[in-house]
């Protein structure tokens, strides 16, 4: 499988957000997404903007500002949305979208907004029995058919998607965490696998661990990791541009919420730096690559002297 190159939306004002889309959009990623809190886990980046959006919301929004880009998120809680609806507004926005939607799930990380609206907050385990049974009702309403379902987490009576004939292909669905629960549902329910901050070597053993239990879909499924990318003259100049952009709040707020890997495994120096790298993780197995970008005037640099050379792997 070909490397699909996907751009993370970080949450700044309206214009922003609508000109980073569209950006996205023309200058060929393949997919754009944004991660997905009720509650931002993080202080804000610059003065201009504090919060979060609504992912779902704001990923529908963007697919109506722009014309060929997937969208995605990074990832999306089922906790948070009744799944049988979620099939629905999936079905709804892939086929509004032609056909650009792959829905990424994941159990959650974050107990505070689970907290703080209600939400039951369960052991990572439990987490990922709900994820999975969420994952098994948003299949089967996506076949059409009337469906009852009376798992330990949720329940429906008669359900079904009532949009005929719904569009093929089906979105993929991703499962996202780096977990051994998260691996072997991504394996057993999922059409891709997204980790996030470890270095290829890591990544070779992780997509080894995972191809073992695939059976006859490792011919046809995802492997997808997420990075930080910062340009310098070198990594340590990269490293020294990114602690003067993070403020040092924001900064304490990843070391709290362990992002020490993703930061260690950034994908960073000069260009070419930067494309061996990204070859590394395409060789250890990737076929999708999420780039997190702390400083805006990189992205056009990416974009001039990256991602053609990432193009011709």
């Given at each position: ?49 504090e919060g979060c959006y609504e992912s ?18 990074m990832v999306l809680i089922p906790s ?139 011919e046809n499924f995802g492997i997808g ?89």
């Amino acid at each position: 499988m070909s490397l699909e190159l996907g751009f993370f939306l970080p949450h700044v004002p309206p214009e922003i957000l609508n000109k980073m889309a569209i950006m996205a959009d023309s200058a060929g990623f393949d997919f754009m997404c944004s991660d997905d809190h009720l509650l931002s886990p993080f202080s804000p980046m610059t003065s201009d903007f504090e919060g979060c959006y609504e992912s779902w919301t704001s990923m529908a929004y963007l697919a109506g500002k722009t014309e060929n880009i997937k969208v995605s998120h990074m990832v999306l809680i089922p906790s948070f949305r009744n799944p049988a609806v979620l099939a629905k507004m999936a079905a709804t926005l892939h086929m509004l979208s032609n056909g650009r939607l792959d829905l990424t799930v994941g159990a959650g990380w974050y107990e505070k907004e689970f907290d703080a609206f209600n939400l039951s907050w369960e052991n990572h385990n439990e987490r990922i029995k709900r994820e999975e049974e969420a994952i098994q009702i948003i299949r089967k309403m996506w076949t059409g058919e009337k469906m009852s379902f009376n798992g330990d987490y949720y329940t429906l009576n008669n359900a079904s998607l009532d949009i005929k004939p719904m569009l093929k292909p089906l979105p993929w669905i991703w499962v996202g965490g780096d977990s051994k629960m998260s691996m072997e549902l991504a394996a057993k329910q999922g059409d891709g696998w997204l980790m996030h901050g470890h270095s290829p070597e890591e990544v070779e053993t992780m997509v080894s661990k995972i191809t073992s239990i695939l059976g006859d879909k490792k011919e046809n499924f995802g492997i997808g990791t997420a990075h930080f990318v910062l340009f310098g003259e070198d990594k340590d100049k990269a490293y020294e541009k990114m602690r003067k952009i993070i403020p040092e709040k924001t900064w304490d707020d990843f070391m709290k919420a362990g992002i020490r890997m993703e930061i260690k495994h950034r994908i960073s120096g000069k260009p070419e730096e930067c494309i061996e790298r990204i070859k590394q993780y395409k060789d250890a197995g990737v076929n999708r690559l999420i780039t997190i970008f702390l400083d805006p005037a990189d992205v056009g640099v990416f974009v001039e002297d990256v991602m053609p050379g990432v193009r011709e792997f």
